[in-house]
């Protein structure tokens, strides 16, 4: 599989990494349903055996439960792996979630962290939210130490803006940058990108699918049928009044996708990979046939008139949204 250059760092990431966010499973805030865990684990297992060598999980998918799927699919493979995951959003005996960034927050966190993963060492330690914006400083000054105390390799955020890394930067280089993308959310292309590549900072890009949206398996009956534990009731890309022109805009990038000869999640995936400062793209998965299907976006080269189809789309798709003519 192709890979990239993360950052500053020198390390070869291949472009899609495998995410582990619905292995967490039903039991917290914003669980994806029920999730098997033997299933998790061959999905781990697969993912390694198609050439993925990176994966990205956080303690708080499934409150711990995600990393320590992690931890036992990594076994006797844990030399195979860059591994990262994140720090900075705890919970309490009532499974409520709050950010937290201090100084010994952090350390509680990485020690927990190790120990479900069962490694030694984190090779990408990453701030989940800016969040107390406030104690960004003090998290950053603290994982700066786990790197030097050789429990971390690098340092990483996710979800900041330009104003936070610089903040941070002057602290520690920042190896990399965890934003949302895709399709529906291009946020990050006007400055966040940009700055990125000026400050040599890898950037690893979360939700390429849209949480699943950009699948083309999903309309609205499929939508009203997701278990009462999946966060997606809840999210705006999949409720409210720009559920219709959403689902409108999935059926057309359907077309363009089946005109290439390839699925619309293989589609969007490789359209994320596009821009040169975006080094790789983790797409989730639950089961092995999903990984199976989204890790051949690798390779796939979209061509010009399929480009200009689908801004054109996108153009369409934000008019409805906006109203604007």
Known sequence: MKTRTLGWTGESLTVIGLGTWAMGGAD?????????????IRTIERALDLGINWIDTAPVYGLGHAEE?????????RDQVFLATKCGLVWDDQKRITGNLTRDSIRREVEASLRRLRTEVIDLYQIHWPNPEEQIEEAWETM????????????GVSNFNVSQMERVRKIHPIASLQPPYHLFDRGIEKEILPYCADHQIGVIVYSPLASGLLTGKYDRARIEALPESDWRRRSPLF??????VNLWAVEELKKVAADLGVSLAQLAIAWTLLRPEVTAAIVGARKPHQIEETVQAANLEIPEDALK?????????ERRLTGRD
């Open 28 to 40: 917290w805030s914003y669980g994806w349903g029920p999730q098997d865990d033997q299933e998790s």
């Open 309 to 317: 189809s689908i801004e054109s789309i996108l153009e369409e798709r």
């Open 239 to 244: 409720t409210g009044p720009g559920l219709e």
């Open 69 to 77: 799927i992690v931890g036992r699919a990594l076994q006797g493979k």
């Open 144 to 155: 700066s130490r786990l790197v030097e105390e050789g429990k971390v390799r690098y340092i």
